[in-house]
T-cell receptor, first 111, second 114 residues
Framework: AQSVTQPDIHITVSEGASLELRCNYS??????LFWYVQSPGQGLQLLLK??????LVQGIKGFEAEFKRSQSSFNLRKPSVHWSDAAEYFC?????????FGTGTRLQVFP | ETGVTQTPRHLVMGMTNKKSLKCEQH?????MYWYKQSAKKPLELMFV???????ENNSVPSRFSPECPNSSHLFLHLHTLQPEDSALYLC?????????????FGSGTRLTVV
């Protein structure tokens, strides 16, 4: 079955600290992988995506993610978190015509 | 401004009302989507339109009726809703339905059914 798991429902970090948000997936073929961010009252904004090639992908707002096929993971990272990064983050997996979303991880940032 | 505009932003309706949600994109995309976002649940894909033709309908109750008059506009007509239909309804578009380069989402309509 195709699925996406974001194990952490809620993460709290201090401003300036590093961040890693976990995403694990189950997908029958080589997946398309995405991370989206949702600020309160807003829709989802695409942070980055992976289709093929270099397994470390760079996105907007200083985020990066690494595709690890052996671990079926696509974790999102940022070396130094800013207060404005507080939001909900969604991992999504799919093929050319389908997208499956995880349940999201809410990030809280303390000054 | 994300390129996908949804109106209204907020909607409160009674269970006997009829209302419509509107989505508009001028990105030149050929595919449009309706998603339902409820608390603590994954986004639920409701409908997919490709080149104005409905290509997917994920077992959505008939009280939700989509309409895509052209590739830039998508509507979701609502009637006799239930309180459990209260949620954030998100519209998204993509270049086309068969090449997934990522979706562009609108800001959503927060629907409350009373």
């Amino acid at each position: 079955a195709q699925s996406v798991t974001q194990p952490d429902i809620h993460i709290t970090v201090s401003e300036g600290a590093s961040l890693e948000l976990r995403c694990n997936y189950s997908y029958g073929a080589t997946p398309y992988l995405f991370w989206y961010v949702q600020s309160p009252g807003q829709g989802l904004q695409l942070l980055l995506k992976y289709f093929s090639g270099d397994t470390l992908v760079q996105g907007i707002k200083g985020f990066e993610a690494e595709f690890k096929r052996s671990q079926s993971s696509f974790n999102l990272r940022k070396p130094s978190v800013h207060w404005s990064d507080a939001a909900e983050y969604f991992c999504a997996v799919g093929g050319p015509d389908k997208l499956i979303f995880g349940t999201g991880t809410r990030l809280q940032v303390f000054p | 401004e994300t390129g996908v505009t949804q109106t209204p932003r907020h909607l409160v309706m009674g269970m006997t009302n009829k209302k419509s949600l509107k989505c508009e994109q001028h990105l030149g995309h050929n595919a449009m989507y309706w998603y339902k976002q409820s608390a603590k649940k994954p986004l639920e894909l409701m409908f997919v339109y490709s080149l104005e033709e409905r290509v997917e309908n994920n077992s959505v109750p008939s009280r939700f009726s989509p309409e895509c008059p052209n590739s830039s506009h998508l509507f979701l007509h609502l009637h006799t809703l239930q309180p459990e239909d209260s949620a954030l309804y998100l519209c998204a578009s993509s270049q086309d339905q068969r090449s997934n380069y990522g979706y562009t989402f609108g800001s959503g309509t927060r629907l409350t059914v009373v």
